[in-house]
């Protein structure tokens, strides 16, 4: 049987084109956006003599990152030229491409699953951090910047170093109304932003078993916020149902062939993690953020602390600006902090099934008079099936935004950023200075409490509501 | 590239933890099509302050950023690097780096190196208390120097060699054509292959 391995391990090995001190390894899947794409394929024109992408038909490109949400034209010069430039690279390489306005657009974390493109045991690269999100499947998915998403065009691989191991362990069951936003930022409050700096996690206990697909891409999606290399879980009948009758999931004997495959990713019993992390989730309670990076977190039923609560000088420093920053006292209840603006979306929360849950909140009830609403789903997909299943109405007639796929109000790039120091409720996942706007003031939430702090003007939970 | 062996300049002390790439370079200014002339972007927001250590005109011709642990965290964007190398920066030097910032850095030539908190604190010191004395990153002997501080550094051995030889990685990887060849032909058959749309609509008209 030979050495035991835990699934990152497997699955790494299974992708060695050539071992070293770091390994060359194959990439399965490479997914492009416009926004760290560009000087790539320029690079690649450039290079004497001239190169090729060798794989287009393992490369999926999407417009995400700079394109408008509330219509489907594209009239502002600079995205134009962004989204032209790689609509031109594409067609250049033969590269299949989603573009805005195309009814399989959306953020690139949100259409490669939805289509079956990513698949356990693959490896996926990323111009993008948030690429851990695939990591659900249990595949092997990074990010990576502009200069590696070159090397991934022109080889289809990456040489890369082995990442020290941990295990992630939740234990117990989560109480109604805590998502698996709350579970990760109950973890990185308690690990940091950085608390997995160097590691490939797996999230692994009853919590993860008994979570959908779409929780489980949450949780890995938010492991590059604890700073670790690739987060995981391994597959099971949850990924298999998910991913059965796809697009591009295999079929016939094919299928049966890889479910067998895909039933030996998991970790071996005798193998060993070089850190391991226990949570416990039974009476967690919704969290939220209050600072200026995601560890900086409490339960929404907390006040913000105070900086002297934390014993590292660092961590006080840390506190200190970031309280300074998002106009904070000491003390005050999370509950007592008023919002300017909602934001459910991004690749962390703009899923159907974080839409349902939003909705599930916001039926029948209107959002609070001065606080405006954006619900963005992940993808066009996702906007088809929500309002399949009537939630676009219920977004519409609780007075929300209901508005076409992007990542919209996550990231500052395109035009839906808050204005001075408006202040968010987001269910995105960096609540960094500046990253929704120049000024903005972001809080990190799930998107049960997104919706409840629309419908109260408040951070607040649903049970606040009845 | 061209081959590096180290870079000496005098020290820009940034004494912040956690400085994320968002800081380094606001997404705003990250829409170019470019690999060059992002200098005016770094650290944009921060330096709207007339205090801040970048706008300091002692610092004018400064090149080595010093600064504290987790710097480059965050967001991929290449661009943080790019600013960084506009600007005039040669080296950066903290206790920790963001993987992927600290990939990109390397890909750049821009040395961005970890070294033990104690030193870096001791650099940070000695940098506000004398901004003209040079600091040296060497790639050779693995190790800054700056005055009476004196810090060994590790970086991989792939990386450093690629640096010192200043070696195109890509060009080294094609070399290695008949490896991936022969990987490709063990792939399971059942993997997904995009394009087929494309193929298909081609082969319509
Ligand atoms: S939604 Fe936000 S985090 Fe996700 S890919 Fe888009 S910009 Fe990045």
């Known amino acids: ?466 | 590239m061209r081959p590096i062996s180290g870079h000496t300049g005098t020290g820009i002390p940034l004494r912040r933890s956690g400085v994320d790439t968002d800081q380094i370079i606001p997404s705003g200014f990250c829409r170019s099509l470019r690999k060059t002339g992002y200098q005016d972007a770094l650290f944009a927001t921060w330096r709207v302050d007339p205090d801040f250590v970048l706008n300091d005109p002692e610092r004018a011709d400064a090149s080595v950023l010093v600064t504290g642990p987790d710097f480059g965290t965050g967001s991929s964007r290449e661009h943080a690097v790019w600013a960084l190398r506009d600007w005039g920066i040669g080296a950066v030097i903290a206790p920790s780096f963001g993987d992927i910032f600290w990939r990109n850095a390397l890909r750049n030539g821009l040395l961005a190196v970890r070294v033990p908190e104690q030193a870096t604190t001791a650099l940070l010191d000695l940098s506000e208390a004398e901004p003209w004395t040079p600091i040296t990153v060497d790639l050779v002997g693995q190790q800054v120097r700056a005055s009476d501080v004196v810090a060994d550094f590790e970086i991989d051995a792939d990386a450093r060699q690629r640096l010192l030889l200043g070696r195109d990685e890509i060009e080294l990887t094609l070399g290695k054509d008949d490896l991936i060849k022969a990987y490709e032909r063990g792939r399971p058959r059942w993997l997904p292959r995009l394009g087929q749309d494309l193929v298909r609509a081609d082969s319509h008209d």
């Not at chain 1, 939630?391 to 209901?402: M, N, P, Q, T």
Request: charged letters at 25%.
């Open chain 1, 1 to 466: 049987m030979g050495t035991p391995r835990t699934l990152y391990g497997k699955v790494w090995d299974r992708h060695v084109v050539d071992p070293g001190t770091a390994d060359l390894l194959y990439v399965d899947v490479h997914l492009v956006h416009e926004a760290t794409s560009a000087q790539a394929f320029a690079g690649l024109a450039e290079a004497e003599p001239r190169r090729g992408v060798r794989r287009p038909d393992l490369t999926l490109a999407v417009e995400d990152h700079n394109v408008p949400t509330d219509s489907l034209t594209v009239r502002d010069p600079v995205t134009l030229l962004q989204v032209g430039t790689l609509r031109q690279n594409c067609a250049t390489h033969g590269i299949e491409l989603y573009p805005h306005g195309h009814d399989r657009q959306g953020i690139v974390h949100v259409v490669g699953p939805e289509l079956g493109i990513v698949q356990p045991g693959m490896s996926v690269v990323c111009g993008d951090s948030h690429t851990s999100t695939h990591g659900a499947f249990g595949a092997l998915a990074f990010g990576v910047g502009t200069s590696d998403v070159e090397h991934v065009l022109a080889t289809q691989t990456l040489a890369l170093a082995r990442a020290k191991t941990m295990a992630v362990e939740f234990v117990g069951v989560p109480p109604r109304g805590v998502q698996a936003k709350d579970l990760m930022l109950a973890l990185l409050a308690e690990i940091g932003a950085n608390g997995a700096r160097g590691y490939a996690v797996e999230y692994r206990g009853e919590a993860i078993r008994n979570s959908s697909m779409e929780a489980r891409m949450t949780i890995c999606n938010l492991s590059i916020e604890a700073g670790a290399r690739v987060g995981m879980i391994a597959p099971d009948e949850v990924t298999y149902e998910y991913l059965r009758d796809r697009p591009y999931a295999p079929v016939g004997d094919d299928w049966d062939a890889a479910v067998a495959d895909w039933e030996s990713l998991r970790t071996d019993d005798d193998a060993t993690f070089d850190r391991v992390v226990h949570v416990d989730v039974s009476s967690l309670t919704p969290f939220v953020t209050w600072g200026t990076n995601p560890s900086q977190a409490v339960p929404l039923a907390e006040a913000v602390p105070h900086p002297d609560d934390f014993p590292d000088a660092e961590d006080r420093r840390a506190a200190e600006r970031a309280l300074e920053y998002m106009d904070l006292t000491p003390g005050t209840k999370m509950r007592d902090i008023l919002v300017d603006v909602v934001f459910l979306g991004s690749c962390t929360n703009g899923r159907i099934e974080d839409l349902r849950q939003a909705a599930e909140v916001l039926r029948g009830r209107k959002i609070a008079a001065g606080v405006r609403m954006l619900v963005v789903p992940g993808s066009m997909t996702v906007r088809r099936q929500a309002e399949e299943e009537g939630l676009g109405k219920v977004f519409h007639d609780a007075g929300a935004e209901w508005r076409l796929a992007g990542c919209s109000m996550c990231l500052g790039m395109n035009p839906d950023r808050l204005a001075g120091a408006q202040r968010c409720a987001s269910t995105s996942n960096r609540n960094y200075e500046g990253r929704q706007g120049t000024h903005a003031r972001t809080h990190l939430v799930s998107p049960a409490v997104a919706a409840a702090t629309a419908v109260a003007g408040h951070l607040a939970v649903p049970a606040d509501l009845d």
